[in-house]
């Protein structure tokens, strides 16, 4: 189904007049320097927040530094319930810039962003993948169709389209499907969105995803419940692994 038209609009409009007006940062807006290739001024890149130095192998949780020099790798809910997803990268953490990074690039389309927000992402991703020795594809996490319609687009198709592109490696859509509508999460208790995402997404194309390991890519990762119930969904098709790539990690 075709994105809303006034969104449709505003993107094509958001793109031509950055070839025709001076270019300014997509977050604060300040003149951009003329070197500058990802739209973000040098202030707003200083305040983005760096993922945390010691963070849990399976959901990206930030660790105590102390615990994690006790060589305990695993955060306290992992520990006692492990995800259905084997490994979480980040390539930010979420808060001051970060935030009005993402909120720009999702709500506002700021749809140029992506570049930027995959290049931080890739730059953590690729040591990960090295010992990946099944087939890898890169799958966004899907919208339902309404969704689409009013936002215009899919931040996390977008995403996985850069993260493919920078790493040589195929991105399948069609292939995880949202199977029913779900309320925006984000005035939802965890519990709340556990219920409300449960039976959520569908393997399509099984063959695609049956012995493959997955790059599970979303914009930005909270209480993780979407990515559980996708990447679950996944291995029930028959996925080897999969590897959540957020933008950011709440």
């Known amino acids: ?27 604060c807006k300040a003149p951009l320097p003329a070197e500058e290739l990802f739209g973000i001024c ?11 130095e010691h963070a849990c192998l399976a959901c990206a949780m930030p660790i105590d530094g ?14 006692i319930s492990l995800p259905p997803f084997d490994l979480t990268v980040s390539g930010m953490g979420y808060g001051g810039k970060t935030r009005e990074l993402v909120h720009r690039f999702k709500f506002q389309g700021k749809t140029g962003l992506s570049r930027f927000l995959a290049s931080t992402l890739c730059a953590r991703l690729y040591a990960k993948l090295h010992a990946q020795a099944a ?15 009013a936002r215009g ?9 850069e993260v493919g592109m920078a790493l040589s490696l195929p991105v399948e859509t069609g292939v995880l499907i949202r199977a029913k ?9 965890r519990a709340e969105r556990l219920k409300s995402i449960k039976g959520a997404f569908a393997v399509a ?6 012995g493959n390991t997955v790059i599970l890519v979303d914009d930005i990762m909270t209480t993780g419940a ?6 679950k969904t996944l291995k029930k098709a028959g996925a080897k692994s999969v590897i959540c790539a957020v933008a950011a990690r709440a």
Not at 139 to 146: A, D, M, N, T
Not at 181 to 189: A, C, H, I, W
């Open 181 to 189: 509508y779900t309320d925006p999460q984000s005035k939802q208790t």
């Open 66 to 79: 102390e615990v994690a020099g006790a060589g305990i790798l695993l955060c306290g809910d992992c520990r």
């Open 135 to 149: 087939y890898i594809i890169v799958i966004p996490v899907p919208l339902h169709r309404k969704r689409i319609y």
């Open 1 to 27: 189904m075709p994105g809303n038209p006034k969104a449709v609009l505003k993107n094509i409009w958001d793109a031509f007049s950055g070839i025709v007006f001076p270019a300014s940062c997509a977050v």
């Open 153 to 161: 687009y899919n931040q996390s198709f977008l995403l996985a389209e």
């Open 226 to 231: 979407t990515l559980a119930e996708a990447a």
């Open 205 to 210: 194309r099984p063959e695609m995803v049956e």
């Open 42 to 52: 040098p202030q707003c890149k200083e305040g983005l927040v760096q993922p945390a």
